[in-house]
């Protein structure tokens, strides 16, 4: 019997690294001193204490395997109030220097940059009202984002393929705005938060359709401290108190992993809030705990994936049907959808003795995990992938 895995090299579960809030934007502290750690959004590039030093130095040093999607905000970013601002704000195809930041971004295989607005939303005099809350009408919507996608094209090169509502907020004419914008992925629901209110009807951890367009999960907070390791910090006694109501992050993390679930891990790219607030979860306040999450990830089976990555997976575990025959085997669409040609899938075979399957005259080799033979190999629907024995 021939499957595709539920997930590339059969892991239990993706591990999607998401930071919000990649711009053009920088916050000081103070003036006329160096860029202190936390205050960069991305706008001060590879700079000593930029967002990016600091994940290098304290994370990717550490893990390299790491992938990462960050939620680009590609226009002028609003600051959190009407009466207060940001040291910089300037749309991402202002100036050289963070057009290549994005680029060095883009050209890295472990980065995806997925989209995240336009301003993030208009200041008002106590908040920041969430974009897609601020659209009146769905072409308002749809323009918007079309100006938003142009931006990053103009950039970038090409159209991003994912992204998340600002703050988790659809407004009236989100999904029907993401539907009518081609994206093929996108972040929809503070799944973390749903487990805890009363709309566990909308709760899922699995990815699942929304017309043509994917919604991924988003599961963990970077916030979420472990237990073990205690701080005089009201985060941590949000922890404390989850441990008495039995949830504790590595609990979470196992029952994702044990479902094959993916681990989706929501992070900010800065502390700063231009109304003197902090905001959390972010990568500077959970560095420690960051570090943690991803040494108990480094002990389990996962595979380190980008947005488009697992949404391009899961488009084939979802609509592609294996039809052996005595030669071998084809995949079929079982579905109306077009389907990328060439997608690596893992293809699980249940038998201990080798194999290989040759396709496009190319030959593929299998191997062993936990006793069965695994291959991954790209697809293309209704031609012959012929299967041997590899003696
Ligand atoms: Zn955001």
Redesign the pocket.
């Known amino acids: 019997m021939i499957e595709i895995s539920k997930w590339k090299f059969n892991s239990n579960s993706p591990v999607m690294f998401m930071i919000?809030?990649i711009a053009n934007v920088s916050i000081k502290n103070k003036i006329n001193t160096d860029l202190q750690i936390g205050e960069d959004w991305g706008q001060y590039g590879t700079d000593e204490n930029s967002m990016w030093d600091f994940l290098n130095k304290n994370l990717y040093i550490l893990y390299p395997h790491i992938k990462t999607t960050f939620?680009l905000?590609t226009d002028k970013r609003s600051p959190q109030t009407s009466t207060t601002k940001y040291s910089y704000s300037e749309a991402i195809d202002k100036d050289e220097k963070f057009i290549n930041f994005l680029n060095l971004l883009h050209n890295n295989k472990n980065i995806e940059l997925a989209y995240?607005g336009t301003t993030?939303g208009i200041a008002e005099l106590t908040n920041l009202k969430q974009e897609w809350n601020t659209y009146k009408s769905l072409d308002h919507a749809i323009e918007t984002i079309e100006y938003g996608k142009e931006l990053y094209k103009k950039v970038l090169g090409k159209y991003p393929l994912g992204g998340?509502y600002?703050?988790y907020e659809k407004g009236n004419y989100g999904d029907s705005s993401i539907n009518k914008t081609n994206f093929l992925w996108w972040c929809r629901d503070w799944d973390a938060e749903l487990e805890s209110n009363k709309n566990k009807n909308d709760l899922s951890y699995e990815l699942e359709y929304f017309n043509n367009t994917i919604d991924i999960p988003s599961n963990v907070d970077g916030s979420f401290l472990s237990i073990y390791k205690p701080q005089f910090s009201k985060k941590y006694l949000r922890t404390v108190y989850k441990y008495f109501k039995k949830n504790t992050l590595e609990k979470q993390i196992d029952a994702l992993y044990n479902a094959k679930q993916i681990i989706s891990i929501q992070e900010?790219s800065s502390p700063y809030r231009t109304d003197g607030k902090i905001q959390y979860p972010n990568i500077v306040s959970d560095i420690k705990n960051l570090q943690y999450i991803f040494k108990l990830l480094n002990k389990l089976d996962v595979w380190y994936a980008t947005g488009t990555e697992i949404a391009e997976y899961f488009e084939i575990f979802k609509n592609i049907v294996i039809k052996e025959n005595p030669k071998g085997f084809k995949f079929l669409n079982n579905s109306e959808k077009i389907i990328k040609k060439g997608t690596i899938v893992t293809i699980i075979f249940h038998q201990t003795s080798k194999i290989k399957v040759e396709v496009e005259n190319k030959i593929y080799n299998s191997y062993e995990k936990n006793n069965i033979q695994l291959v991954n190999i790209p697809v293309y629907t209704n031609i012959l992938y012929k299967v041997f024995k590899n003696e």
């Open positions: 919000d809030d939620f905000v995240h993030h998340k600002c703050g900010h």
